[in-house]
Every structure is written in structure tokens, then in C-alpha cells.
């Protein structure tokens, strides 16, 4: 990195900021229960963007590329005049860079091998059954360091580590046969109990899902979303106060904006967390040098803080905007058992859910969803639903429950009333 610092200070740029990550990585890969490959991974990622600025400091343009390890000092010159080019080809309103950060932690070595192991023995530990097997499954666990370095003073270096896994099983009734796909993000601090109880749960989705029929077309469903799903679906509210989003007008939304008006509803209340147990995405830094920190964005349905990037803040006239790495959204004041009293529909795996941050927009169509007639519930599948937030916010509940999805947490069921199924 020293080397590629000093051709930027002979190259004439304005300003650049340097990421470089590295990485190791032990990866597992298992058919049904045999081990079929094993590798070690270190890779080394440095991704360096200039900025250029007119002659009296009102524009800035900038570029971003992949510088690799094994380039000569005449390909990096080379990559960065053509970035220079690049650069004044999309000129946007001047910004500064974060300046004068400084932060060090040694390089880190993570028990790898350990992680690996724990990860391992959750899976093994399941008891398959007749009709729900592991087709497979591939772990991988990663330690991480990483350094920024900027041309205003900032010099941040910091460890991290996570792991995922990601399986597949086979679930058969009679002759027919369904396979599901589930992938486990988490920091590298997750317990393997907790590992084995959530792949547990895909077993019974698995078993559930094999016997599930297609679901009719109904209208004014009272529905209950539960699932990995609500992280999508509360992560539009970060979304349409991002700074960049405010600025470019693909939201409408400011600070003191009161989006849930209603009386009959759970009010909404999302806290940014700097770190978060559990989390594959904890990190004490932006790439921009700003410090993670813990805020409130929505406070009872009112929007707070706004989240984003320095660029769109400091177009906006802001300057201190923090950055998301993780979020709670709190509890509200029913129990999924309460919110099952009456006829419902629970809609647990969407086969894509989608939110438009534009429109407002949610759906998509559903693998797995339990529907309850008053007397008795069936599984089905093989419908949709479309619905708008901005329709569903003044009559809107929220579960007491709560569950961790990765980087966030967030109630294990939402209510919503009077939307539309399309089916059969």
C-alpha cells in the first residue's frame, strides 16, 4: 500500500481513498455427509478511488478500481491516468473526504479451524428423518483485516470475522418431492445450539412444504408475515431516509416526518447498532473513515436521523450522518398467539420478496404459507400478494416476539389487514 500511496502523490489527484482487504477463509464443501473438498483461501483486495476536482474547487468527479497485488508501478500509473479520464467524464457538486482518523489494531489471527468445527458439528448433530434428508452443504469461515487509508489523514485498520452456511435439503411425501435451499450469515461468536435449532426449523419448513397445496384466490386475507423476509421489509425504512436517496429525490421523506398517523397500529421505533452479537456485519469503520455508532432513526413512527453516505450529507448540509451496519426494530404490543385468534394467512418463505424503495410496493409470491379457516390449518403455496407500506402503516402490528436475522433484529411477525391473494 506505501508504494501505491506514493505513485497517487506523483499522479496529480485531488484526493483518493484506499481500501484494502485481507482475507482468509477455510471452505467446506459436503455431499450429504461426506466431505468432498476442503480448501484454504488468502486473498488480498485493494480497490482504490481517485477524485478530481475543477480549477476553482466547485466539482468533483471520481472513479473506482480493483488494484491487484501483482500489477507493476507502470500498470498502476497507467490504471490511474485512465481513472483520470474516467473521473472528469461525471463531474457531481464538490464534497471533502472524512480527514484526520486514526485507528489501529494488530492483524488478528482467528481460530479458523475452530469456527469450522463448531459450524460443522451443528449440522452433523441433526437428526435426520424419513422423509427429510441433507441433500448438502458448504460452510465458510472467514477472518478478515482490513485498512483504509485516505489522502486527508485517515489511517483505520480493524479486524473482523463471520461465517455462513449454506444447505440444502430434501424433503419427499409419497412421490412427490421438494428441495430447500437455506443460508445462515452470522459473526463467528454464534454458538452452534443456536446454528443446529434454526436448521431444524428448515426441516420442518422442508416437511411442511411437500405437503402444501396451492392456495385459492382470496380477498381482504388478514395476514402474518414471519420469516427472513421482514429484514427486507424494515430495511425500507433505512432506505428511504439514505442520504443519497433524500438528495437524487427517489424519497420524499425528512427528518420530522411522521409516517404512521393512525391510532390503531404498532408505532415503528429502528435503532441503528454499531455492534450487534451475532452479526456477519459488525465493523467499527465505514469505508469512508466514519466511526460506527448507535442512533435512532424512527422513533414511534417519526423519522429521527438520516443514514447514508458523507457525499449525499454534505449535499444535503449535513454533518453528522452515521452509516448502517445493524438494526433493531422494537417489539410491539401483541404475541404472534394473540394475532392468530381469528382466520389468517402466515406466509413463512417467500420464493422472492421484494420492496420497492421508490414506490413503497411489497410482495412477491410464497412457498410456504399456513392458512387458518377458523377450525383448521392447511399448508399452502404457490400464491402471491401485493400490497403498498404506505397503505398498510396506520393499521399495522407488531409481534412482542422478536428474533435475531443476522445484522438485525426485528419482530418474529408482523399483522397487516385487508390484503389481496392472488392463487388458483
Do not use: W
Request: charged fraction near 25%; proline fraction near 2%.
Amino acid at each position: 500500500m506505501d508504494k501505491l500511496v506514493e505513485i497517487l502523490n506523483s499522479c496529480d489527484v485531488s484526493d483518493y481513498q484506499i481500501v484494502c482487504d485481507e482475507t482468509k477463509s477455510h471452505q467446506c464443501f459436503f455431499i450429504r455427509h461426506q466431505l468432498d473438498q476442503h480448501r484454504i483461501c488468502s486473498v488480498k483486495k485493494i480497490v482504490l478511488t481517485i477524485y478530481v476536482d475543477n480549477s476553482d474547487k466547485t466539482l468533483r468527479g471520481s472513479a473506482k478500481k480493483e488494484i491487484f497485488p501483482s500489477e507493476t508501478e507502470e500498470e498502476i500509473r497507467a490504471d490511474i491516468m485512465d481513472m483520470k479520464e474516467n473521473a472528469l467524464l461525471a463531474l457531481n457538486p464538490y464534497f471533502p473526504l472524512e480527514g484526520n482518523v486514526n485507528y489501529y489494531e494488530e492483524k488478528k489471527e482467528f481460530d479458523l479451524l475452530d469456527s469450522l468445527k463448531n459450524v460443522i458439528t451443528a449440522v452433523e448433530s441433526i437428526k435426520e428423518t424419513d422423509t427429510e434428508k441433507i441433500n448438502s452443504y458448504e460452510v465458510f469461515v472467514n477472518e478478515k483485516y482490513r485498512h483504509i487509508v485516505n489522502s486527508q489523514g485517515v489511517s483505520i485498520s480493524f479486524n473482523t470475522s463471520d461465517e455462513m452456511v449454506e444447505i440444502v435439503i430434501n424433503s419427499t411425501n409419497g412421490d412427490h418431492e421438494v428441495e430447500v435451499y437455506h443460508m445462515i450469515e452470522a459473526g463467528s461468536d454464534r454458538d452452534s445450539e443456536s446454528i443446529k435449532k434454526e436448521i431444524e426449523a428448515v426441516f420442518k419448513k422442508a416437511n411442511d412444504r411437500s405437503k402444501a397445496q396451492p392456495v385459492e384466490k382470496m380477498n381482504n386475507v388478514h395476514l402474518l408475515i414471519s420469516g427472513n423476509d421482514l429484514r427486507e421489509f424494515f430495511q425500507y425504512f433505512l432506505d428511504k431516509i439514505n442520504t443519497s436517496a433524500v438528495y437524487s429525490k427517489m424519497s420524499q421523506n425528512k427528518v420530522g416526518d411522521v409516517i404512521q398517523k393512525g391510532e390503531n397500529c404498532d408505532k415503528i421505533t429502528l435503532k441503528v447498532k454499531a455492534n450487534l452479537d451475532y452479526s456477519s456485519r459488525n465493523s467499527l469503520y465505514s469505508t469512508e473513515g466514519v466511526k460506527a455508532s448507535d442512533f435512532t432513526v424512527l422513533k414511534d413512527g417519526e423519522y429521527v436521523n438520516y443514514v447514508g453516505s458523507r457525499q449525499f450529507a454534505h449535499y444535503l448540509g449535513l454533518s453528522d450522518v452515521g452509516f448502517v451496519n445493524n438494526f433493531t426494530v422494537e417489539p410491539g404490543s401483541k404475541t404472534t398467539e394473540e394475532m392468530k385468534q381469528q382466520p389468517y394467512l402466515e406466509i413463512v418463505e417467500f420464493s422472492s420478496f421484494q420492496v420497492d424503495t421508490i414506490t413503497g410496493d411489497f410482495g412477491g409470491e410464497f412457498r410456504l404459507a399456513y392458512y387458518y379457516d377458523g377450525k383448521t390449518v392447511k399448508e399452502v403455496t404457490a400464491g402471491s400478494i401485493t400490497s403498498n407500506i404506505t397503505d398498510v402503516l396506520d393499521h399495522i402490528y407488531l409481534s412482542k416476539q422478536t428474533r435475531q436475522i443476522n445484522n438485525c433484529i426485528v419482530p418474529e411477525t408482523i399483522e397487516l389487514f385487508d390484503i389481496n391473494v392472488a392463487g388458483n
